[in-house]
């Protein structure tokens, strides 16, 4: 499985022309079959839809100071409507909780043109493109992390927190950033729901970076109780003080 090619003095600077990267990835190949047919076939609630069926980029400002990492998009949901966390159960729960914290403009995110913006605060992921049974392998994780250590290094003069939903996407953040450029401890902590790691900056002037664990927003986690509405307010509030939120 060959990496995508992300160099080269043609390509787009900046986050924006990031996104547009992210977007015509075609690495992964199980994940370009499984996007695509689930885009042509649909679901019959949403038959009218046109699909995006592509990579979903990340989703929020330039300058963010708060940094929300997920698993990957859901076929249903940001494969539907190209943006994270749009459009699905689990995007229901964490924007509403972003809005009931001063984080976004509104509770709900349904569509990639319904007004939603979020203040201080950008939403990505490990894997780009939805997966089979919402399990990316290992190398389709490893393929994608590019993608990550790139954002992450576009963010890196305002970024101050970031919060990890689940153990997938702590697994997968960790070695990202490093990569970026930030310090982590070792023996690598080791998720959990309300877990608090300092990492540090390169150069002895840079600030440190603080991560926080999460429970997935997932059907499964907030169905059950494991993860309450009150627990994520909790953790997205501690973090976007960290972070220096809401202006």
Not at 13 to 19: E, F, N, S
Not at 81 to 105: E, N
Not at 110 to 121: E, I, Q, T, W
Not at 226 to 240: E, G, I, K, Q, S
């Amino acid at each position: 499985m060959a990496a995508p090619d992300r160099s080269g003095p043609a390509a787009p600077a900046g986050l924006g022309g990031l996104d547009r990267r992210v977007a015509d990835c075609r690495a992964c190949p199980r994940l370009v079959a499984w996007r695509e047919e689930v885009a042509r076939t649909k679901r019959a609630a949403f038959a009218d839809w046109t699909y995006w069926g592509r990579p979903v980029p990340g989703f929020g400002p330039s300058d963010a100071r708060l940094l929300i990492v997920g698993l990957a998009p859901a076929a249903h949901g940001g494969n539907r409507t190209g943006r994270m966390f749009t459009g699905d159960r689990s995007g229901d729960v964490l924007y509403q909780a972003l809005y009931d914290v001063g984080l976004a403009s509104q509770p709900t995110s349904v569509s990639a043109d319904d007004g939603l913006r979020l203040y201080g605060v950008r939403v990505t992921a490990p894997v780009h493109c939805a997966p089979p049974a919402n399990k990316p392998t290992p190398a389709e994780r490893d393929t994608c992390r590019p993608w990550l250590v790139q954002e992450l290094r576009l963010l890196r003069p305002t970024l101050r927190a970031a919060v990890v939903l689940g153990a997938f996407g702590w697994q997968a953040a960790l070695p990202a950033f490093a990569e970026a450029g930030w310090t982590v401890p070792r023996p690598r902590p080791a998720f959990g729901h309300g877990a608090r790691v300092k990492l540090a900056g390169a150069e002895d002037h840079e600030r440190t970076l603080e991560l926080f664990g999460c429970f997935h927003v997932s059907q499964r986690n907030t169905f059950t109780g494991r993860l309450t509405p009150d627990m994520l307010r909790d953790v997205l509030r501690t973090a976007a003080e960290a972070a220096g939120l809401p202006d």
